[in-house]
């Protein structure tokens, strides 16, 4: 069957990767996708942006295509699902409606309060003065998160009051991210570990991955700036078989069977991001309706289940009917980001030494480059990410490192302690 693939980041080449070992697909078209994309097998990149409905259904449709995923949030937020089904055309993802959940931190902050999924204490302000008054009343830290979409730069982790005033000034009065900043929500500070927890969801069924870690600050110690993610792990093991099934109890049923009640089904990947305190206790930290960048990396390392076929199930609304299976190895992601990232980003610095990382071991999965001639070069800000498997995550862990250590290019800024808390938790040897 032909698959259309929206997107054209890390996330996707992953995606398109493991969509095509499938002996189901016979071609996988992406839309836009990139160089790096299209050089694996059965795929073909077609230029058309991911923003253009209209195209991308008319693409559909001429070329027979069987169903179409959607890889990034923003054409699900602005409602490309409900756009392809008006033409009759098979896609996985949410509805507008139910997209809501990463498109509006307010929205998904009310939805929780509504629906007593616990998350943090919060509120939510359009004015600046206001949102001074109530930083001024709550101890920090704070966390300062702008409503809209960010690229998940949009959120800061104010240590002092002072940061967050200028955070919320910063947001409100000089709008650092345009309209996503117009209203910002105020949230009472979390301790304790994030994890990442991501189900495929049918409308009624779930059907939950393996567990994940993303690493967002973008320095050592998890310091410095948020980002979009610097690197990922799978399995995370803060998420035992409790926590596992409290997440599944108190968070995700609820969630599918208020949006199933209100009349708006979710049916996509649901990505709930996590806090999971000292006792155990897990609450929620932000949701996402789509596989999250780089956590897909690694978990498509480790999925050994057929990928077309869970994504049409979910689209038959089957997964009631699925099993899903995972390698027992761990898999360990990397990021390899421009210098001035998440500020900045890079473009034309030729990129050497990912074909001596893939000699390793390990793929290399592109987020952000192009070919140039003979060259690859940068063009981005996460530019990519050094995949590897190992018998634990020590292992795949030291084999990513040292497919970083073979790949450069002027400027580049990485991560070398991905994984530190899974690791710490392993036996001494």
Request: charged share 20%; proline share 4%.
């Amino acid at each position: 069957m032909h698959i259309l693939l929206i997107g054209s980041g890390g996330r996707e080449h992953a995606m398109a990767w493991k969509l095509a070992q499938s002996d189901q697909s016979s071609a996988i078209s992406v839309a836009p996708g990139s160089d790096a994309i299209e050089s694996e097998q059965k795929v073909k990149c077609v230029d058309i942006a991911s923003n253009d409905f209209a195209a991308l259904a008319n693409y559909a449709k001429k070329e027979a295509v069987s169903f179409t995923i959607v890889g990034p949030e923003v054409p699900l937020v602005d409602g490309i699902v409900d756009y392809f089904q008006s033409r009759g055309l098979r896609i996985l993802g949410p509805s507008a409606a139910a997209a809501q959940l990463e498109g509006s931190k307010a929205f998904a902050k009310d939805f929780m309060q509504q629906h007593n999924i616990p998350t943090a204490h919060y509120a939510t302000f359009t004015n600046t003065d206001k949102a001074i008054a109530y930083i001024k009343q709550h101890e920090a830290p704070l966390v300062i998160k702008a409503d809209g979409l960010a690229a998940g730069k949009g959120v800061v982790v104010a240590q002092t009051e002072q940061i967050a005033i200028d955070a919320v000034t910063s947001m409100l009065s000089e709008q650092t991210f345009g309209d996503a900043g117009s209203n910002v929500v105020i949230e009472e500070f979390l301790p304790g570990e994030e994890a990442s927890f991501i189900v495929l969801v049918d409308g009624e069924h779930s059907l939950p991955f393996a567990s994940s870690q993303d690493h967002k600050a973008r320095d050592e110690g998890d310091s410095g700036p948020n980002t979009g993610g610097m690197g990922a792990y799978s399995p995370a093991p803060v998420i035992n078989e409790s926590i596992h099934q409290q997440v599944m109890n108190k968070i995700v049923q609820p969630t599918i069977d208020a949006f199933r009640n209100n009349g708006t089904p979710f049916v996509g990947f649901l990505y709930v991001g996590l806090m999971i305190d000292d006792n155990s206790v897990a609450k929620v930290v932000e949701y996402n309706v789509r596989l999250g960048d780089p956590e897909t990396q690694p978990l498509m390392m480790r999925l050994d289940s057929d990928f077309v076929t869970l994504c049409l199930a979910t689209i038959n609304g089957q997964l009631d009917q699925q099993e899903i299976s995972w390698s027992k190895q761990s898999a360990l992601g990397v990021v390899l980001a421009a210098g001035e990232y998440p500020a900045g980003s890079s473009r034309g610095e030729i990129i050497s030494g990912i074909l001596d990382a893939d000699a390793l071991g390990c793929k290399v999965f592109h987020a952000g480059s192009r070919k140039e001639g003979e060259q690859v070069v940068t063009n981005g800000g996460r530019v990519l990410c050094v995949t590897a498997l190992g018998d634990d995550i020590r292992k795949a862990k030291a084999l990513a490192d040292k497919g970083c250590d073979k790949i450069s290019w002027s400027g580049m800024h990485h991560r070398r302690d991905i994984g530190y808390r899974a690791v710490a938790r392993l036996p001494t040897d």
